[in-house]
């Protein structure tokens, strides 16, 4: 599959000297839903600003759909969308008016009814009139998403995109995005809500201080790091564990009441036979037992912390 962002050797070095990024390669594939996680200052807003044309690269090359970022910058940036983290709005304009006039800018011919229909779809048609000024902060966010996919871009960017922004106001966002993508909309972004990105990302890229260290399909990703634990719940409390248990990956909680196993799901021997085995032989006995998966939090802040070692 040719991908629609193809970034090779990327670097970016600000005149404080502060390397933002170092050697960015990435592929991002048409029509899927790529979440960018890292910590504040690891590079994910550089980045993105790179590839929609507002800052410059340092070194190495960035194509958009088979365009070069800088030597066909308007054909590349003619293909994305982009909703910053931050607000700018034109305060004293209308919704309908900035809306359209953002079409424009493109050069676009008008087309009303796509526009109303993306301001239906944001539950801003009642608003259409009113100035931007007025507005509510989760009604400017839903304005800046419009402007965004005026122009009807192929890609589009969402930089921390339900910071600050109400229950509905999300749950909204994330039912257009998933139509856009039944649309082959390829959809990019970064959330410090990686429960969002647990959620709704086909894969999963982790950037910190400016290198990207794991790109991975999002179950593979899961499968692969993320730890099995099984609880159980025990008959009386333990003051301890077993001396001849000590191998095992096992750890006493709630007061000695619970023991929970930690291993790899994807091991063929789990050792859980064996574990109740020798609980039996101890005369260990439980009321009740269960089993969770690492979340993609966990794993995240993992790899992050694995990368500053």
Same mark, same amino acid.
């Given at each position: 599959m040719q991908p629609v962002i193809s970034i090779e050797q990327l670097s970016k070095t600000y005149a404080s000297g502060h390397p933002a990024l170092t050697q960015i390669d990435l592929q991002i594939n048409k029509g899927e839903i790529f979440a960018l996680l890292g910590p504040n200052g690891a590079g994910k807003t550089t980045l993105i600003s790179i590839i929609c044309g507002i800052v410059n690269p340092g070194g190495g090359r960035v194509?958009?759909?088979?365009?070069?970022?800088?030597?066909?910058?308007?054909?590349?940036?003619?293909?994305?969308?982009?909703?910053?983290?931050?607000?700018?709005?034109?305060?004293?304009?209308?919704?309908?008016?900035?809306?359209?006039?953002?079409?424009?800018?493109?050069g676009k011919a008008p087309d009303d009814a796509y526009l109303e229909k993306l301001l239906r779809d944001l539950s801003l048609w009642d608003k259409k009139g009113a100035r931007i000024i007025e507005l509510s902060g989760g009604m400017k966010r839903r304005v800046m998403i419009a402007k965004a996919l005026s122009h009807e871009p192929s890609i589009l960017f969402l930089d921390e995109p339900t910071a600050g922004v109400d229950v509905e106001l999300r749950r909204d966002m994330w039912e257009m995005v998933r139509g856009l993508r039944e649309r082959g909309v390829t959809i990019i972004l970064t959330t410090h809500y990686i429960e969002e990105a647990e959620e709704m990302a086909d894969r999963i890229g982790v950037i910190s201080k400016g290198e990207i260290i794991l790109v991975e399909d999002k179950q593979a990703?899961?499968?692969?790091?993320?730890?099995?634990?099984?609880?159980?719940? !025990?008959? =009386?409390? #333990? +003051?301890?564990?077993?001396? &001849?248990?000590?191998?095992?990956?096992?750890?006493?909680?709630?007061?000695?009441?619970?023991?929970?196993?930690?291993?790899?799901?994807?091991?063929?021997?789990?050792?859980?036979?064996? !574990?109740? =085995?020798? #609980? +039996?032989?101890?005369?260990? &006995?439980?009321k009740d037992l269960q089993s969770s998966q690492s979340s993609l939090e966990e794993i995240f802040v993992s790899l992050v912390k694995g990368s500053r070692t």
């Open positions: 194509l958009v759909d088979g365009y070069d970022i800088v030597n066909d910058y308007r054909e590349a940036r003619s293909k994305i969308g982009l909703v910053p983290q931050e607000l700018f709005n034109e305060g004293f304009e209308s919704v309908w008016a900035t809306v359209r006039f953002s079409r424009g800018l493109f990703l899961m499968q692969k790091l993320g730890k099995k634990q099984l609880t159980l719940h !025990l008959q =009386r409390p #333990l +003051a301890e564990i077993p001396a &001849d248990l000590a191998g095992y990956p096992l750890e006493l909680v709630d007061s000695g009441n619970q023991l929970v196993f930690t291993f790899d799901a994807q091991h063929e021997d789990t050792g859980i036979a064996e !574990l109740l =085995r020798r #609980l +039996a032989v101890h005369k260990i &006995d439980f």
